[in-house]
C-alpha cells in the first residue's frame, strides 16, 4: 500500500505561505493514500496558475497544459487508458474564464474522471486581477471601481448542465475535504468538486475568516439528501453557493466510455495496430 | 473531335441540391470498375440549396489526377449550366440537357451538338422526379459509348436491398434516356475511349485514403470539430475505428480537439486530429505545447482558401508558413506534404512513426483538392507490406524497476534529442510534462542554462528525420525545373510530360516535406536548372520563400501562383513554362 511519502515529490512549493492550496495539495495525497491508489496510475492533469503548478509536487503521472484546457486533455488521457484515475485542476480563471467552454461539455459527457478547480475568487499569478467567480463590487487591479460582473456560479452551472457528482470542499476544512476528494474520485462518472482555496496575497475581500463565517457546513445537516437535483438547485441559489458537502450524486446514468460504440476493456494504449486483413478490409469498402 | 481519344472528359451542372454529387459518384464509381481511370472534382458552395454547382469527372486509360480545362460531353439540368459551362467543350462537343427546360446552344457555338433528352419527363414515368438523375447516366452511358450494362450492375448491386421495384425503376429511367439519348444523336456517338483494362481499382478521396492509413498506423483515439475539407477524415475514422477498438470524439472546438489528442498522446495512444486553417489557427498554442513537452501527435490540415473564412470550399496551398512557422516561440515539428492519394496513405503511417520517434507533433499537410476529390488507385500501389509501427524511444518497465523510485529522466538530454519516454501505468515512470520550460525530471525550471540545454536538445532532434524531402520525375537533367507540392502533382506531372514531348527539358520537383526543410536534397535536385518556376495555389509564394530562405536555387526562382480557387490545370503550367523569362514582367496577376 502507497503512503503519503510515496505521492510526494522533493520540489518546495512555490505557493505563498498560507496559500489555500496547501491544503487541496495536502487532501488529494491523503485521500490517494486512503483510497489505497498507486502513483503510476494517477495520471493528473493541471491548468495554469497558481494551482497549476500542483503537479510539480505529486509524485504521479502529471500533464500540465495550455491555459483552460484541463478537461479536454483529461478526457484524452482517459480514453486513451481507461485504466488510469484521472483528476483534472485548475484554478477559477482557467476553469471558468478562459476554459468555460469545455465546463459543460466535459460535465454532459460525463467522463469517468474528477474535475477540482481551486477558487480563490481571483488571479493570483497575475498579483490580482478580476476572476470570474469574483463578486460584484470587488475592487482589484483590473476592477478599480468594483467589479460590474455578475461572479459565474460554477457549481450551478454543473448541477443545471446534468452533472452527475457535484460537491464544494474548502481548504481549511481538511477532514471533510479528504472526504470529498474520495468521494470524488470513487464516483463512476465525471465528479466536479470546487474548493474554496484563499488568497492571501490579492485577495483582501474573501479571506479565510470571511469563508469561515459565511459558509455553511452540509455535514452539519443531516436533513440535506444529495439526490435531487431540484433540491440541490434549490439549496445553491438560496445560499449563493458558500456551501460545502455533497450537492449532488446521481449514479444511474452511465458514464461517457460505457457508451462509446466498440470500446474495450483493454486499454486503447495497450491495445496492438490493427492485422492487415482488418486493414485491407477497410479498403475493400472502396472497391 | 476525333472518334477515339486516351481520355474523355464529363461534367453535369444544375443547382446545388439537385443530386448532382451523387450523378457524378456513379459515373467515377461504374467507370472505375470497369477498369478505366478516374479522376472526379466539383465546384460548390458553402450553402445546402441553390447556386449552380458542377461535378467533372475525367476518364481515361491511364493515371489522372487532375483538373482539365477540356470537355466532350455537358449534362445540363439547366440553361444556366449551358451559359456557364459551354466555353470547356472541345470543338464538336456534346450537349445532353433536359428537355423540360427547352435548352438552347450558346451563341457563336454552332460547332457544338445539343442532344435534347426529357430527363424529367422520363424521371417522372419511372416513379418520380429523383431518377433524373439516372435519366441523366443513362444519357451519359449513350454519350460516352459506355455499356449500359455496367450502369444497369451498379444499380442493382446499390438498390437490391431497397426492393426489386426500386431497383426496375432506376433501371427504367436508365434504359429509357439511353434509347432516347440515341434516338436524338441519330445513331452512335462520335466519342470512344480506349477499351478499359477491367483491373479492380479503387476509388476514394484522400481524405478517405489518409483515414485509413492512419488507422492501419494503430490511430485509435481522433478528436476533431466539422470543417470543410476536413470532416470527411472524422467521418470516414467514425465507421472504422470503433471496429478495431478505438474512439472518435466530435470535440466542441479545435482547441479541445488538440489537446484531447495531446492527453491521449500522453497516455500511450496513437492519436490524431484534422482540421483546415481556422482550426488550425486555434491549435497553434496546443502544438506548441505537444513541441515543448515533447508529445507524438498527428494532425492533418486540409487546406483551404484563406484568410479567416475565406472560400471555405476551394482549394488553396496558403497554410504552408503557418505549419512550418506558426505559433509562438519556437516549435519543432515535421511537417509532410503527400501529393498523391497514395502517399495520403502511406504519409499518414509515415506521420505517426515520425511522432513517436521523434516526440513531436507531426502535421500532414493537405489541402482540399487532395483531400476531397476522388481518385482511382491501384491496390498494389497501397502498399501494406510496407506498414511498420515504431513507437520510438520507450522506457522498459524492467529499465524503470533497475532505476527505482525517482530514478527516471524522461526529459535526459541526448546526443540525439531524443529521450526514452514512459507512459502513465508504468510504476516509476511518473514524470511532469508540461509546456513551462522543465528540467530533465520534467519539473518547472528557469536556470539559463537549462533553457539552452533543452531548447538545443528538442531543436536537435529534427536533424535525423528521414522522411524523403522531394521526390524527382521526369528529366532529371531539364534546364527547367519545375517544383511544386500537395495537389498540384497530378497537373505538373503532365505538363512536364508534354513539355519533355515537345522537346523542353523539363524536371518535376515536387517538395514531400517542408519542415524540417530539406535544403541539401532540393539543392541537389535543382542542381543545373538554369530555370525553376515554383508552382503553388497561394498569393504570395510561400514555398519561394522557403527556398529563398534556405537559399536553393537562388536568382533561378519564379513563380507560378494561382489563388482564384479553381485547380490548376496541365495547360496553364505548360502555358506559364513556354512564356520563358517573359513570365517574370508578364502583367498576369498571378505571375510574379
Not at chain 1, 479528504?178 to 463512476?188: G, S, W
Not at chain 1, 492571501?200 to 469561515?212: C, P
Not at chain 2, 439519348?181 to 477491367?198: F, M, T, V, Y
Amino acid at each position: 500500500m502507497a503512503t503519503l511519502a510515496d505521492f510526494k515529490t522533493d520540489e518546495k512549493a512555490w505557493w505563498c505561505a498560507g496559500c489555500g492550496d496547501f491544503g487541496v495539495l495536502a487532501a488529494l495525497q491523503r485521500a490517494f493514500v486512503n483510497l489505497d491508489m498507486q502513483p503510476q496510475n494517477v495520471a493528473l492533469v493541471a491548468g495554469i496558475g497558481c494551482s497549476g503548478k500542483i503537479g510539480n509536487y505529486i509524485n504521479s503521472y502529471n500533464l500540465h497544459v495550455v491555459h483552460g484546457r484541463t478537461l479536454p486533455t483529461a478526457m484524452g488521457v482517459k480514453l486513451a487508458n481507461r485504466d488510469l484515475n484521472v483528476i483534472a485542476v485548475g484554478g477559477d480563471g482557467d476553469g471558468f474564464a478562459i476554459g468555460m467552454g469545455h465546463f459543460n461539455h466535459a460535465v454532459r459527457r460525463n467522463v469517468d474522471m474528477t474535475y477540482i478547480v481551486m477558487d480563490n475568487h481571483i488571479y493570483g499569478l497575475t498579483k490580482g486581477q478580476n476572476s470570474p467567480t469574483s463578486d460584484r463590487g470587488a475592487k482589484v487591479k483590473s476592477t478599480p471601481w468594483g467589479s460590474i460582473e455578475r461572479p459565474v456560479r460554477p457549481l450551478s452551472l454543473a448541477i443545471t448542465g446534468g452533472a452527475t457528482f457535484v460537491a464544494q470542499g474548502f481548504s481549511s476544512w481538511q477532514p471533510q475535504l479528504v472526504k470529498l476528494i474520495e468521494q470524488a474520485i470513487a464516483h463512476r462518472g465525471f465528479s466536479f468538486l470546487n474548493v474554496i482555496s484563499p488568497c492571501v496575497t490579492f485577495n483582501k475581500l474573501n479571506t479565510y475568516d470571511w469563508y469561515k463565517q459565511n459558509l455553511r457546513n452540509l455535514d452539519d445537516d443531516p436533513a440535506y439528501v444529495a439526490d435531487d437535483r431540484a433540491r440541490a438547485f434549490d439549496l445553491l441559489t438560496r445560499t449563493d453557493e458558500m456551501v460545502t458537502g455533497v450537492l449532488l450524486r446521481d449514479d444511474s446514468l452511465p458514464a461517457y466510455d460505457e457508451l462509446v460504440p466498440g470500446f474495450q476493456d483493454v486499454p486503447i494504449a495497450h491495445q496492438a495496430p490493427p492485422s492487415r486483413a482488418e486493414v485491407e478490409a477497410m479498403l475493400a469498402r472502396f472497391r | 473531335m476525333s472518334a477515339t481519344t486516351r481520355e474523355l472528359s464529363w461534367k453535369i451542372g444544375g443547382e446545388q441540391g439537385e443530386g448532382i454529387d451523387s450523378c457524378g459518384d456513379i459515373l467515377a464509381t461504374v467507370a472505375c470498375r470497369m477498369g478505366y481511370h478516374v479522376y472526379g472534382y466539383k465546384w460548390f458552395s458553402s450553402r445546402i440549396k441553390g447556386g449552380h454547382t458542377h461535378y467533372k469527372v475525367r476518364l481515361a486509360d491511364r493515371p489522372v489526377r487532375s483538373a482539365t480545362g477540356d470537355l466532350h460531353v455537358l449534362v445540363a439540368l439547366d440553361q444556366d449550366t449551358i451559359r456557364i459551362e459551354a466555353h470547356e467543350l472541345v470543338p464538336g462537343g456534346l450537349i445532353v440537357a433536359d428537355a423540360q427546360f427547352s435548352p438552347k446552344l450558346p451563341e457563336g457555338r454552332d460547332d457544338l451538338r445539343l442532344v435534347e433528352v426529357g430527363f424529367t419527363q422520363i424521371a417522372k414515368a419511372a416513379g418520380g422526379i429523383l431518377y433524373r438523375n439516372m435519366a441523366a447516366l443513362g444519357a451519359t452511358a449513350a454519350l460516352l459509348n459506355l455499356p449500359l450494362a455496367a450502369f444497369e450492375d451498379y444499380v442493382a448491386k446499390k438498390f437490391g436491398r431497397k426492393g426489386e421495384a426500386v431497383v426496375a425503376q432506376n433501371r427504367q429511367a436508365l434504359t429509357e434516356a439511353h434509347a432516347a439519348a440515341l434516338s436524338a444523336l441519330g445513331g452512335p456517338s462520335p466519342l470512344h475511349l480506349p477499351p478499359a483494362d477491367g483491373r479492380g481499382r479503387l476509388l476514394l478521396t484522400g481524405n478517405e485514403a489518409l483515414a485509413i492509413g492512419a488507422a492501419a498506423a494503430g490511430c485509435r483515439v481522433f478528436a476533431g470539430y466539422p470543417i470543410t475539407p476536413a470532416s470527411s477524415v472524422m467521418e470516414t475514422l467514425v465507421d472504422l475505428l470503433p471496429k478495431v477498438g478505438g474512439v472518435v470524439v466530435q470535440a466542441e472546438d479545435e482547441i479541445a480537439s488538440i489537446t484531447m489528442v495531446a492527453g491521449a498522446a500522453y497516455a500511450g495512444a496513437r492519436a490524431m486530429t484534422a482540421t483546415s486553417g481556422p482550426g488550425l489557427s486555434l491549435m497553434q498554442e496546443g502544438l506548441g505545447l505537444a513541441s515543448t513537452a515533447e508529445l507524438p501527435l498527428v494532425l492533418v490540415d486540409c487546406q483551404r482558401s484563406g484568410p479567416s473564412t475565406g472560400m471555405p470550399t476551394k482549394n488553396e496551398q496558403s497554410d504552408i508558413l503557418a505549419l512550418v512557422y506558426g505559433g509562438h516561440g519556437e516549435a519543432p515539428r515535421i511537417v509532410l506534404c503527400p501529393a498523391t492519394h497514395e502517399q495520403a496513405f502511406s504519409d499518414a503511417v509515415a506521420a505517426f512513426n515520425l511522432a513517436d520517434r521523434f516526440q513531436c507533433p507531426v502535421i500532414i499537410a493537405s489541402d482540399l483538392a487532395l483531400a476531397e476529390w476522388k481518385a482511382t488507385v491501384d491496390p498494389d500501389d497501397i502498399d501494406l507490406d510496407a506498414v511498420r509501427v515504431d513507437r520510438g524511444a520507450l522506457v522498459s518497465q524492467d529499465e524503470l524497476d533497475a532505476l527505482g523510485p525517482g530514478g527516471f529522466h524522461r526529459y535526459e538530454v541526448t546526443t540525439t534529442g531524443v529521450s526514452p519516454r514512459s507512459v502513465p501505468g508504468m510504476a516509476h515512470g511518473q514524470y511532469l510534462a508540461t509546456g513551462t520550460e522543465h528540467n530533465r525530471f520534467g519539473k518547472v525550471s528557469e536556470d539559463p542554462t537549462n533553457r539552452v540545454n533543452m531548447m538545443t536538445k528538442r531543436l536537435r532532434k529534427l536533424g535525423a528525420v528521414d522522411f524523403p524531402g522531394a521526390s524527382v520525375e521526369g528529366d532529371p537533367t531539364g534546364t527547367l525545373a519545375l517544383v511544386a507540392f500537395g495537389s498540384t502533382y497530378g497537373a505538373v506531372r503532365e505538363a512536364a510530360e508534354a513539355l519533355n514531348a515537345r522537346g523542353i527539358g523539363t524536371r518535376h520537383v515536387h517538395v514531400r516535406r517542408v519542415a524540417p526543410f530539406p535544403t541539401a536534397e532540393l539543392e541537389h535536385a535543382l542542381a543545373g536548372a538554369e530555370r525553376v518556376l515554383v508552382i503553388e495555389h497561394n498569393a504570395t509564394g510561400q514555398l519561394r520563400a522557403l527556398l529563398q530562405q534556405a537559399g536553393v536555387a537562388d536568382g533561378r526562382l519564379s513563380s507560378l501562383l494561382k489563388f482564384d480557387g479553381t485547380l490548376l490545370t496541365p495547360d496553364e503550367v505548360v502555358a506559364t513554362a513556354t512564356l520563358g523569362a517573359a513570365a517574370e514582367t508578364a502583367p498576369q496577376e498571378a505571375i510574379r
